[in-house]
């Protein structure tokens, strides 16, 4: 179980709210709203009947009360406790002008009654381990302690110190934040960041002349947080995070689907492919993409759909047969069913069977007379229509593309047919392509990294989680292909 942060929709990134007698890590820039969102992670608890502590290590009582006038936290609460420890010039017994430990509690002065405490990492542990036991811990921040010590690692040394004493000596859960300034000096820096048990980071970025911040789970051992960007939003009642979705309500739209045959894909989607609706898979090139095709269409013969296909230039018909190994049917038992219909544009297997339509712009069989073909012979079944449209626009102008894809949309497709075209911007027409992903219900996108990795990402889509990228991952057994 997790302790809320006060922020339901944190909690859900999280997964659970902040682990148990575990500590995060909240950094970012200045003003990007860390102390807001640590006093809320402590109004949760007051509001739950813990008890809280409130280490703060740059700011007066009285400059928190300002800080939090805006808010409706209780920093005054009898449930919480409020210590300012400070590093100052001073005179302690061994030396004078050294660093010493401070309170700003009712003024400044010394954490014990007759001399000053050198700011050591030893008596900054033993002055707060006084207010143990709590339930909750926030240390705002660890950019006051830095002259704790001398380097980056003793810092880290003293970090953890600290995170051991709320978790074993407070039995607490704890919040720590730290200024990350994007340079290489930042407190917060790959050390901390090990030594917490998560991490929160903080942004912000310009647009149209507006400040926006944004949150991101960078990492939480153990949960299966979500790790994408959102925005944060301080107001009246707190730290809030948006968007609690990224498509509209499923009830505004009356799309069915149709699973693609990988079910971590289907999870993307929001269920699948959008039956009625046009899906566009982009690829660099230099992808598998038609391995996942071949899943798609196997899906849509197993769910009773007939197949339209304009392959790939260099991909045979035979090849789908491999492809379709593990099922009951074949390519050549499709094309006498009337279930599958072959919109050749480039000579392939030099097939004539009655179903393999060849394209010919001047006998009759042109692009929108083969698309036609493909819905009349489909009769009563539904239809998945899959295009890659590199072997197409060497046949047909792309303003005859377009047409057809209009007339296909508004006259042919039905409520429960299927359209996915397949497009490689990098070579093929900048409007066109943009064209088809402003008509598209779902845009998918796959690229191969300088390492060889290969990534999916939703770019559009009406349900689903647009944004959400996943690693594609073969296999040597069917179904050949899956999202990890």
């Known amino acids: 179980m997790g302790l809320s942060t006060g922020c339901e929709r944190l909690d859900e990134l999280l997964d659970g709210g902040v682990p148990d007698k575990r500590s995060l890590l ?43 006038e ?43 009654e007759w001399f000053d405490l050198p700011f050591t990492r030893e008596n900054v542990v033993h002055y707060l381990s006084e207010y143990a036991p709590k339930d909750r811990v926030l240390l705002d921040s660890l950019s006051g302690l830095r002259p704790i010590a001398a380097d980056e690692v003793s810092f880290w040394r003293s970090t953890y110190d600290l995170i051991r004493l709320f978790s074993d000596s407070f039995g607490a859960t704890s919040l720590l934040t730290a200024e990350d300034s994007g340079v290489g000096d930042s ?79 289907d999870d993307v989607l929001g269920g699948g492919l959008v039956r009625g609706g046009f899906t566009l898979l982009s690829h660099d090139g230099t992808t598998g993409h038609y391995t996942l095709a071949t899943r798609m269409l196997a899906q849509a013969v197993d769910d009773g759909m007939a197949l339209a296909v304009a392959l790939p230039a260099g991909v045979s018909l035979s090849e789908l047969d491999r492809y379709w190994a593990d099922a009951d049917y074949t390519v050549d038992g499709l094309l006498d069913d009337d279930r599958l219909f072959v919109l050749e544009l480039v000579a392939s297997d030099g097939s004539d069977h009655r179903n393999v339509l060849r394209y010919d712009e001047t006998a009759d069989r042109d692009w929108e007379r083969l698309m036609e073909t493909s819905y009349e012979r489909s009769g009563d079944r539904p239809l998945f229509a899959f295009v890659d449209t590199e072997p197409l626009l060497e046949q047909v102008s792309r303003q005859r593309v377009r047409k057809v894809r209009y007339q296909a949309a508004a006259s042919h497709t039905g409520e429960d047919d299927v359209v996915v075209y397949a497009v490689n911007p990098a070579i093929q027409d900048q409007s066109l392509v943009e064209f088809f992903v402003d008509t598209s219900s779902q845009t998918l996108r796959i690229e191969r990294g300088d390492d060889g990795i290969e990534w999916l990402t939703l770019r559009k889509s009406l349900t689903g989680s647009p944004g959400t990228s996943a690693v594609v991952a073969y296999d040597e057994e069917p179904p050949y292909v899956d999202l990890v």
């Open 26 to 68: 909240v950094s970012g820039p200045p003003g990007t709203g860390k102390t807001t969102l640590g006093m809320q992670f402590l109004q949760a608890g007051l509001d739950a009947g813990e008890e809280c502590l409130f280490v703060s290590t740059e700011q007066t009582i009285g400059e928190l009360e300002d800080t939090f």
């Open 70 to 112: 805006p808010y409706d936290f209780e920093l005054h609460h009898e449930d919480l406790t409020v210590v300012t420890v400070h590093c100052e010039p001073g005179d302690t017994m061994e030396r004078e002008d050294d660093l010493v430990v401070r309170t700003l509690e009712g003024g400044d002065r010394a954490v014990t």
């Open 187 to 265: 407190v917060a820096s790959d050390l901390l960041r090990y030594a917490t048990h998560g991490v929160i980071e903080l942004s912000s970025a310009d647009r149209a002349n507006q400040r926006h911040t944004f949150l991101r789970v960078e990492k939480l051992r153990g949960r299966d947080h979500d790790t994408r960007r959102h925005k944060l939003v301080l107001g009246g009642d707190g730290a809030t995070v948006q968007p609690t979705q990224r498509t509209p309500p499923n009830e505004l739209h009356a799309h069915d689907h149709l699973s693609t045959g990988v079910d971590a894909l």
